[in-house]
C-alpha cells in the first residue's frame, strides 16, 4: 500500500519536526530534562535532524558515562529504547559499561543482592520476578552475538552478523531461531587475534562483519 506509506511517512517527518521544534533545548544538543531516555528516543525515531544527531549522540554518552558514572536512569520503556538505538548504531562500548556495573541502580546490583530473576524495579521493590527491565537480553543477541535481522528481507531470509568485542570479555555465544531455522554466532579471544564461528540454516544468506585492521588480517575456515 505505497500510497498509505508515502501519506504516513509525510505525517511522520511533519510530527518529527514538530517535536523537535517543541522540545530541544537552547544548548540544540539535549531534549527536555537532558537525562538518557528523552536523548535516545529522539535519535532512535527519527525526530533529530542529521546535523544536530551528532551533538545529541555526545550528550547522551555525557549522560552515561559522566553523569550517572555509567549507570542507568531510565525506567522499562526507556531502558529498552536506548539499548536498542545503541545496539543498532554500534555503540556496544557503552552497552557494556552499563551492563558490568555492579552498583545501584543496574542488573548488576540485583546480582549483588541475590536476584535470581529480573526485579520490578532497580531497588528491588515490589516485584521480585518481572519483565520490566529484560531489554538487556536483547543486546546479548544482537549486541555481543551480533545477530540481527535484515529489514529488506524479513523473516531472516538474510541476516547480518555484527559481533561485538567489547570490554574484557574474552568470549561470547549466542543463538537465535528463525522461520529457516537456527541462526548462531560465537567468537573467542586468543591473544591479539579472534576466533569467529558463524551457522546459518540452509536457503538463507548472511553478511558477517568482523573487526580487524584490514581484509589481509581475516583468514576463512
Known sequence: KTEDAASYSMQAEALAARIHERFLNADGATYVNREQPYLAMPLLFGVTPEDKRGAVMDALRDAILVKQQGHLNTGM????????????????????????????????????????????????????????????????????????????????????????????????????????????????????????????????TATVMIQGEDSSSIVLE
Open 77 to 204: 520503556h526507556g531502558t529498552y529504547f536506548m539499548l536498542r538505538y545503541l545496539t543498532d548504531k554500534d555503540h556496544n562500548d557503552l552497552v557494556y559499561t552499563i551492563a558490568s556495573k555492579r552498583t545501584y541502580p543496574s542488573w548488576g546490583f540485583m546480582l549483588q543482592n541475590g536476584a535470581t530473576t529480573l526485579w520490578e524495579e532497580w531497588n528491588g521493590d515490589n516485584a521480585q520476578i518481572h519483565d520490566t527491565l529484560i531489554s538487556v537480553g536483547m543486546w546479548f543477541v544482537q549486541g555481543l552475538a551480533g545477530i540481527q535481522l535484515d529489514p529488506a528481507f524479513p523473516g531472516f531470509k538474510h541476516v547480518f552478523i555484527r559481533p561485538a568485542l567489547v570490554g574484557e570479555l574474552t568470549h561470547v555465544s549466542g543463538a537465535r531461531e528463525t522461520p529457516f531455522g537456527r541462526v548462531e554466532s560465537a567468537w573467542q579471544r586468543d591473544g591479539d587475534q579472534a576466533n569467529y564461528q558463524v551457522t546459518v540454516p540452509a536457503n538463507t
